[in-house]
């Protein structure tokens, strides 16, 4: 199993060194114009460029990254934790459920990154506006998959607490919330690459830091290269921030994958 | 002898979605005395599965009355163990920790009980298991673990659903032995649901006999074999004539010819 795991490793890395190859090949031969696309040694060198500035230089990577990271994070922690504690409180009742359900619906159809001008007129060009749209965009996931979560639970389960005498909070605690547990995992999965989506987003429509206002600051200079650098940046962070998140949930819901039929990817 | 459980006219219905109602059960009355086993055999769809969650509280009934102890059963209690017909374990407790969740529920001191459970887990063969989880057991040794959950708070009376009854013909036949060995050591009062004539005699003093579609009681067989019992019991002619005759209540094998 770990063998295997690790030829794909092998593999897929070659690739990566054949396609690059490829590019750089096919850059130099037909002699693509630098403002079109950039050769991965160009990039290589931008990249470099980059990570050698001091951490509050404005043309290096480091202070940009510390903007996009905090608010993609603060903006996670905000937007799920609202999404999951509503979520949990509409699932206690299929009631409350039913009212809120069209207003989800909605919500959810509504493309929650057409708000963002909006959003920086009320918020302003700072970090709020950002913290704010990655909120939205993390908060469904969160609430849709805890409802979902809180539904799946095995009757049986119920039934078993209920020949204890147990109570509704003891049920809860108990059984209920560690049964949504993968559901919760799955929704945090997903939150987590969209707060770097929302956080990119917000700053391209206004703001003084961030590595979307590098992006278009280098794209306004005509400097591809660092363009390119700047996604493989955000490439580290938006995987860096995928692997957290599979990491701890492997050790917190470590049974899912093993008791059912979890989609492992 | 005297009556531990008590059921008097016990009838249940159901309201379909096409707001019909269904009799699942009607006037079931039978008497279950201290520390005896007894089994409700029945073909599928018969309501056993009902009446035995009517008397451990889990279902409302229509009419008649429940009693345990004397006392009119009204919901869940305390004094009642239920095996179901799976396991029912949660994945994230340990074997240990998902037989002390009755404890933790109820509020009773884990240090002491722990202690019982680690002992009746013993007994029941799963010694070095306490800290695996459910997902590295087997279906036997899980419903071994279902077993001691609800042996562990010492309620008087222990209703099984069809413990076994996805479980293998071989660990089926050891666990129903092993069933009557922690009966004889805790002397509880056992009522035990099965669809096998041949478990129900080999476990029990006296058979319920249920007919289906209303659940009706057809009949309550005397089981007067010697114990302790061992599985070639099945083999003798005494064996034979008790099942023969629990057949005939059920109605089975009259409309058909038999089978070669």
């Known amino acids: 199993m770990s063998k295997l795991f690790q030829k794909e490793w092998v593999c897929s890395v070659c690739l990566l060194a054949v396609l690059l190859v490829i590019w750089e090949v096919t850059v130099k031969y037909f002699e693509v114009p630098f403002f079109l696309l950039p050769a991965p040694s160009g990039v290589l060198t931008s990249l470099r460029d980059g990570l050698s500035e001091s951490l509050t230089s404005r043309v290096g990577f480091y202070l940009h990254t510390y903007y996009t990271v905090s608010e993609a994070l603060l903006g996670f922690l905000i937007g799920s934790g609202l999404g999951l504690i509503l979520g949990t409180l509409i699932a206690q009742s299929p009631f409350v459920g039913r009212v809120f359900l069209p207003y989800i619906v909605a919500f959810q159809s509504l493309p929650k990154v057409a708000l963002a001008p909006l959003l920086i007129v009320w918020f302003g060009v700072g970090m709020t506006s950002k913290v704010v749209i990655v909120a939205m965009l993390t908060f469904f996931p969160l609430l849709v998959n805890s409802i979902a979560g809180f539904e799946s639970v095995d009757r049986d389960l119920l039934e078993m607490m209920r020949s204890f005498k147990a109570t509704r909070w003891q049920i809860f605690c108990k059984v209920r919330f560690p049964s949504a547990l993968p559901f919760i995992f799955a929704g945090l999965s997903m939150a987590i690459v969209y707060s770097l989506i929302g956080a990119i987003v917000g700053e391209f429509i206004g703001g003084r830091h961030g590595l979307g206002i590098l992006i278009l600051q280098m794209n306004f200079n005509m400097d591809m290269q660092g363009v390119f650098s700047v996604f493989v940046v955000l490439s580290v962070i938006g995987i860096a921030f995928y692997l957290a998140m599979r990491l701890i949930e492997r050790r917190v819901v470590f049974w899912a994958s093993r008791s059912r039929d979890v989609i492992e990817l | ?260």
Request: aromatic share 6%.
């Open chain 2, 1 to 260: 002898m005297t009556s531990f459980i008590e059921l008097r006219n016990v009838t249940k219905s159901y309201r379909t979605l096409q707001e019909e109602d269904l009799l699942a059960l009607q006037d079931v009355s039978f008497e279950v005395g201290k520390s005896e086993f007894v089994s409700v055999v029945g073909a599928s769809g018969c309501g056993k599965t009902t009446l035995l969650k009517i008397i451990a509280g889990l279902i409302p009934y229509s009419s008649g009355e429940v009693l345990i102890g004397g006392s009119s059963v009204k919901g869940p209690r305390k004094d009642i163990g239920f095996v179901f017909q799976q396991p029912v374990l949660l994945p994230w407790r340990t074997v240990l920790e998902n037989t002390l969740l009755p404890i933790e529920v109820m509020g009773l001191p884990r240090e002491e009980y722990g202690r019982r459970a680690q002992d009746i887990l013993d007994r029941v063969g799963l010694s070095g298991f306490s800290n695996k989880y459910p997902f590295e057991l087997s279906g036997g040794m899980q419903q071994r673990v279902a077993i001691t959950r609800a042996l562990v708070y010492d309620p008087d009376v222990l209703l099984l659903d069809e413990p076994f009854g996805a479980l293998d013909a071989m660990t089926r036949e050891s666990l129903n032995l092993e069933l009557l060995r922690i009966w004889s050591d805790h002397r509880k009062t056992v009522l035990f649901v099965t669809h096998s004539i041949s478990e129900a005699i080999f476990l029990s003093d006296r058979v319920v006999a249920l007919t289906p579609r209303p659940g009706r009681l057809a009949d309550v067989v005397e089981v007067d074999l010697p114990r302790p019992r061992r599985l070639d019991v099945m083999q003798t002619e005494a064996f034979g004539m008790l099942a023969k005759r629990i057949r005939s209540l059920l109605g089975i094998g009259e409309e058909v010819g038999g089978i070669e």
